[in-house]
């Protein structure tokens, strides 16, 4: 559908919890505008936005998808999101390309974390939202229960706007406490409903819930306020300009109810988004980096936000862009003021899924799809080569855990870097490193399923089949003693012999001190041309620890004296010296060995919370604090990395899969002593030192 203007726009994030019914919402939603044919069902695997293989078989959204809708000559953009732990940082990032969002609830399980967790990030961006409760279908739900749930984590700014005509397998209509009109669904799937009297069964509860909602309206609005308390009433006029007004401002979160399904409710949540959510027109402007405001104004120069790219081994990369400002134009030159490179931009289509239509020109406020931008990534602005606009980064969360991986076939060690180059591409809370340490190829992200499905991604589509396993953890080691040695290289075989003469102190520096090399030689013993070799022998040499063969940290070399031979001297003698006495000078100031400690955040229902506890303790964890949020609890703690490499399924096992965590890097502390036996003895094993080493 082209030349769609910007104020008939809406975009709109479908977000919830995983299983709360998002993708088959979405369904309904395109179904009942004639833009496919049948009603997709997520367990028949033939929706238009779960298309990715993985999403398929395993039921479940994976990453964000475009789709759209028009009626009467709106167009409505809607991003089906991903609900669980691992993949909602698609979520949070697809958010900041929409106006508004639809928190869809299942009536049947309430606000769950997902929910919680969606909530706030919304509420950071200042982003609106409606709540529909999904699944009123479902036997023993309780929409009362629901929504006092939703009051109870959210406030008092969630209020009913719809009143569902019977529940469980009786939900056969609404109520809409707008326009004081009752819609009875058909006994099919086709969407269809028609206009009935009120229920005489509900007249209370309806003047209930009336009267909540008109005592929200009015309280956002003085004048309003003033006509509620006086005549006790306000107009339908006031009434829907009131509530679009409170809920632009985040001071209402309309409730809807729905079973999507059986494609009951969708029809009255359509109309509901064209009626209520703000266009791009409406909504506040978008501040660039160099706090310039940009307007959704067709007018304007050209600024567009790349919010998700999709890599295809067969298709190549496409790149979501939501225009921020301007008139976006196919063939056309723009650039990236993020990597300073101009873009050819040739074609641009819409997005169905995964099937591709057409676009021609975008207008402000809308979201297009761009083929084989050569540089342009995720979080990307492009704009004109004469403005330069660049928008603020899209912040992506650290990876939580890591597997090291290696093929399966030799010869694919080449391949798999490859694959995994496209695959950030498309997901930039991937990490891929080498690890100097350990050789080992890493693979790191937002959880176990996330690397697996990487994995599986990698055989999939780029023919690579690797293997998984814990990764090493990248021990370190230290002193906690002084020392003070002295070394002399010297060595004669004939002609020219070596000989190089140091003495150094050595002394350990606060944790995170890293490396000192101190220069307090005095006089001419040592000529000054040769100090650089010296320090170079003690770097080489602090990769590799007298203990396990763990790179050495936090400690200062101090050179103060030494000798040398005016003819056998020479670079090669002296960093031989430095390097033999950087070993002695270690195993004498009471050499030991750190591990990595991580910041732990667990999400968790409080009846969890003494088993969670117990598990963290039990992994040699200290728990730092603990904090109410909303129905959950957040335990905090510090736990060496090398005990939370098999949490995540631990969690999903005590809770249910109710729990999440996140975790980042703190820092080093002291390995007790009687584990540090045993990393010795691994490393003796490994070859990485002698066993007179040790």
Excluded at 137 to 160: P, Q, Y
Aim: hydrophobic share 40%; net charge negative; with cysteine.
């Amino acid at each position: 559908m082209k030349d769609i203007l910007s104020e008939n726009l809406r975009n709109v994030a479908v977000v919830g919890h995983g299983h709360s019914g998002k993708t088959t919402l979405v369904s309904a939603l395109l179904y009942n505008t004639k833009m496919v044919n049948r009603l997709g069902k997520v367990d028949q695997g033939n929706t238009v936005t779960d298309f990715d293989e993985e999403e398929i078989a395993r039921k479940i959204s994976i990453q964000a998808s475009l789709a759209y809708v028009t009626k009467d000559r709106i167009k409505i953009n809607l991003l089906d999101t991903p609900g669980f732990a691992n993949f909602v940082w698609e979520t949070m990032v697809a958010l900041q390309a929409v106006e508004a969002g639809v928190m869809v609830v299942s009536a049947q399980d309430g606000v769950q974390v997902q929910t919680e967790k969606i909530f706030d990030g919304m509420a950071e961006m200042g982003k609106p939202l409606l709540f529909m409760v999904n699944k009123m279908g479902k036997e023993l739900v309780d929409f009362d229960k629901v929504l006092d749930s939703l009051i109870t984590a959210f406030g008092k700014n969630v209020v009913a706007v719809q009143v569902p005509i019977g529940q469980g397998p009786d939900f056969s209509g609404l109520v809409d406490l707008v326009e004081m009109k009752a819609w009875q669904f058909g006994a099919d799937d086709k969407g269809e409903s028609k206009e009935i009297p009120l229920p005489e069964a509900l007249k209370d509860e309806i003047g209930v819930r009336r009267e909540a909602l008109l005592e929200k309206i009015a309280e956002n609005d003085e004048k309003l306020m003033e006509k509620f308390l006086s005549e006790g009433s306000l107009s339908t006029a006031e009434i829907r300009s009131g509530l679009k007004s409170a809920m632009a401002q985040r001071n209402a979160f309309p409730v809807l109810v729905s079973d999507a399904l059986a494609n009951r409710g969708a029809q009255q949540l359509l109309d509901f988004l064209i009626d209520y959510c703000p266009a791009p027109t409406e909504a506040p402007p978008t501040a660039a980096k160099n706090g310039t405001l940009l307007k959704a104004d067709k007018t304007a120069p050209f600024a567009g936000l790349v919010f998700k790219t999709i890599s295809d081994p067969f298709t190549g990369k496409i790149s979501l862009v939501r225009v921020i400002s301007g008139t976006f134009k196919p063939d056309t030159f723009y650039y990236n003021s993020n990597k300073e490179v101009e873009e050819r931009v040739a074609g641009l289509f819409l997005l169905q899924g995964k099937t591709q239509e057409p676009a021609g020109e975008v207008q402000a406020g809308d979201i297009v799809a761009v083929a084989k931008l050569k540089e342009t990534q995720t979080g990307d602005t492009l704009s004109t080569k004469a403005d330069k606009v660049l928008l603020p980064a899209i912040v992506f969360p650290i990876p939580s855990i890591s597997f090291a991986i290696e093929p399966k076939a030799r010869g694919d060690e080449g391949k798999i870097s490859n694959a995994l180059q496209r695959i950030m591409e498309e997901d930039p809370t991937i990490k891929m490193l080498r690890d100097p340490q350990t050789k080992e190829l890493v693979l790191s992200g937002n959880g176990q399923l996330h690397v697996e499905l990487v994995v599986n991604k990698l055989k999939r589509k780029y023919g690579v089949d690797v293997m998984m396993k814990a990764p090493k953890i990248a021990f370190r080691e230290t002193i906690l003693g002084k020392s003070d040695v002295e070394k002399k290289y010297k060595k004669q075989s004939g002609g020219r012999g070596q000989y190089g003469h140091v003495l150094i102190r050595m002394e350990p520096l606060p944790r995170g001190g890293d490396f000192e090399f101190v220069n307090a030689l005095t006089g001419m013993s040592i000529p000054r041309n040769f100090v650089p070799a010296i320090e170079k022998g003690i770097i080489e040499s602090k990769n590799h620890g007298v203990l396990a063969g763990y790179p050495v940290v936090d400690f200062k070399i101090e050179l103060y004296d030494g000798s040398h031979h005016e003819v056998d001297s020479s670079d090669m003698a002296f960093k031989m010296a430095s390097s033999m006495a950087f070993k002695m000078a270690m195993k004498a100031a009471k050499p030991t060995i750190l591990e990595p400690v991580v910041k732990v955040e667990v999400v968790i229902p409080e009846e969890f919370m003494g088993e969670i506890n117990g598990n963290l303790s039990g992994r040699r964890g200290r728990i730092q604090g603990m904090e109410i949020k909303g129905k959950n609890h957040v335990v905090k703690a510090a736990v060496p990395m090398a005990e939370m490499l098999d949490f995540e399924p631990t969690l999903t096992s005590i809770t249910g899969g109710r729990g999440s965590y996140m975790m980042e890097f703190s820092h080093y502390e002291e390995v007790p002593g009687h584990l540090q036996k045993k990393i010795i003895d691994e490393a003796v094993k490994e070859g990485r030192v002698k066993e007179e080493e040790e």
